[in-house]
């Protein structure tokens, strides 16, 4: 691995008076040691950078920096101005400027270098020994960290009333005045013979557009504002060389947040229902005091962020310490979750159209070509047209985003493309989910190849995508494509002969994995089935839609009819929980019963499974049958057989109410109570005199 700076790639004597000037010098040092291939190209995605935000920072610092694909390897080059450069810091002119290199690629030992040179810039020992310096190689590897800086000499002299009153945060006494009295500084310590409070403890996270500088200068500038204000803070950095999650326990532990960042927060429902401070990463450089004491203030004041949501197992990435098919779950769960949406889409548009046109609207011409402002059925042709155009990403974005998850964005690409294919050879879901598999296997092992310097700026732009797609091409092309193809045409026939106890089994099946983890893996496999029947359309994998649409409505819809029928057995909060679940359970949110579940899961699962498998089965016999993906009571006009679709509902949620009551009404009846007295709310038992 190449030193990330040397001595040609320091100037001590920059003569440059713009922040472009001074970004040309040093990139001229760069070109020189064959660290960038084009001068011009990087320069302008320098500038783009620059243009985002501004990357000046307080006490004299400035650090353009950006990725690029001119870029050979990660480098860093420093230049000292005597007159200063504008970089956009608020105190003005910048001393020490630092221009960070990162190829397209990235490459995390040296990233894992440039976090550390980022935090160092924090440090007024670190920066000072930068302005005293004399010699290029001597700062060089002060950068590198091969030398460590001198530190100061200890002050000896005792502060003036007027510094002492200002860090104790109160004002300096006025020429022959008496000294301002000051509250006593708060230390952790208790009196005597109490236990000693435990500290305010704030989790942060910090991340910038390039993730390169502002995210660990950000992080290092919370840390040291928590240990002056006798806080502890926990940082999270994502940034280039990847991220490391909090610990799950640290975060829940924590009495506020901090989000200094510039792009999204990954995992963010992580930090919900805690008191959090949300500003730009450059705020967590420069204002880092006045964000723990904001976050503080929200604390004591109570005032926390919107509950987070219930994530299911599909919502987390893979560990590197999980197992292969933990691992494989969660990447075929990624890619359901980004397909959801598309599928809703497209399937409710192509139901609308059937809704208002008929079903013969699917031979309609082009509303390109025809369209009549004043014609029903031109509209209904166009919502059709549209829908069918969103729902031909399902297998293309399902492969993509099963590749994503298992090589991040490198496999997007090939993922995408073995996707299309698979719709090109007739081979469907199943295509696809081989598809996604195929791609992320093929980048995951392009990506352990060591490659040479020169060519890393290109690999995620061109090699990656290049190879990959081909190879993926080859696979689903020649090899297994057309058994896929087989294979799901197998599928769809059975599902299309589906009758009679056959069918009830299927659909009580289907209605119990929906009701076993209420949105989980299990839950989204099923979906994924009813869902992946719909691309190819026959009158059994309508009557699967149906089911599983029908199945899913009934554990938020039994949760809140119990908790109205023997409110006694639930708590105020579950009670509460119920009113909602009633909206939720008919929208087709099967996750509207996991507050329920997760308080009692040995009565509520077995409950909502019951009548899952009840309604699914209630809902083969009847033959009912559903176009749309999604939607519950709210397209019941697109049902076949809706009367009867309803009183499957009906049935299965029912059967869930009755047996939760009675599960919960046979809990342990306390012994100890005396005879009369009622039971704690929630128990719903009184003791007999």
Known sequence: MSELITAELVDLDLSAETKDAAARALAERMVAAGRVTDLAGFLADVAAREAQMPTGLDGGIGIPHCRSTHVTEPTLAFGRSAAGIDFGAPDGPADLIFLIAAP?????????????????????????????????????????????????????????????????????????????????????????????????????????????????????????????????????????????????????????????????VRDKERFAGKPTVDVGVKAGIGRAAELIAEVRRKAAHGEVSAPARAAAPMDKDAEPGDGFATRLRKWLMTGVSYMVPFVAAGGLLIALGFAIGGYTINKAPSVADHFLWTESTSWAALLFQIGTVAFGFLVPVL?????????????????????AIALTVNAGFLGGLIAGLLAGAVVTAIQRVRIPGPLRGIMPVVVIPLLSSAVVGFLMFLVVGKPIAALQKGLTDWLSGLTGANAVILGALLGLMMCFDLGGPLNKVAYAFAVGGLANPNAGSLKVMAAVMAAGMVPPLAMALATIVRGR???????????????????????????????????????????????????????????????????????????????????????????????????????????????????????AA
């Open 399 to 419: 492969a993509g985003f099963i590749a994503y998850g298992m090589a991040d964005r490198p496999g997007l690409v090939p993922g995408f493309v073995g996707g």
């Open 104 to 264: 397209a690629g990235g490459d995390a030992d040296h990233l894992s270098i440039l976090s550390t040179l980022a935090r160092q810039l924090m440090d007024e020992t670190f920066t000072g020994a930068l302005r005293s310096a004399t010699e290029s190689e001597r700062t060089a590897a002060l950068i590198r960290g091969d030398e460590a800086p001198a530190e100061p000499a200890p002050q000896q002299t005792e502060p003036e009333p007027a510094a002492k009153a200002a860090e104790a945060g109160g004002e300096a006494p006025a020429p022959g005045e008496a000294p301002v009295p000051q509250p006593p500084a708060k230390t952790s310590a208790a009196p005597a013979g109490q236990p000693t409070p435990a500290p305010f403890r704030i989790v942060a996270v910090t991340s910038c557009p390039t993730g390169i500088a502002h995210t660990y200068m950000a992080a290092e500038s919370l840390e040291q504002a928590g240990k002056a204000a006798g806080v502890e803070v926990a940082v999270e950095t994502q940034g280039s060389a990847g991220f490391q999650r909090l610990d799950p326990q640290l975060v829940a532990d924590a009495d506020g947040v901090i989000f200094a960042h510039d792009v999204e």
């Open 569 to 687: 057995l639930f708590t105020k909060a579950e009670r509460e929980n119920g009113k909602a679940a009633w909206v939720l359970g008919a929208s087709f949110i099967t996750e509207g019963a996991i507050p329920f579940a997760a308080a009692d899961p040995l009565r509520v699962i077995p409950s909502a499974m019951a009548g899952g498998a009840v309604t699914g089965a209630l809902s083969m016999a009847f033959g009912c049958t559903l176009r749309a993906p999604h939607g519950g009571i709210f397209v019941v006009p697109l049902i076949g057989q809706p009367l009867l679709y309803l009183l499957a509902v009906a049935a299965g949620t029912g059967v869930s109410t009755a047996l939760v009551i009675l599960l919960k009404g046979l809990r342990k009846r306390p012994q100890s109570r005396p005879a009369g007295s009622p039971a704690p709310e929630g128990t719903g038992v009184t003791v």
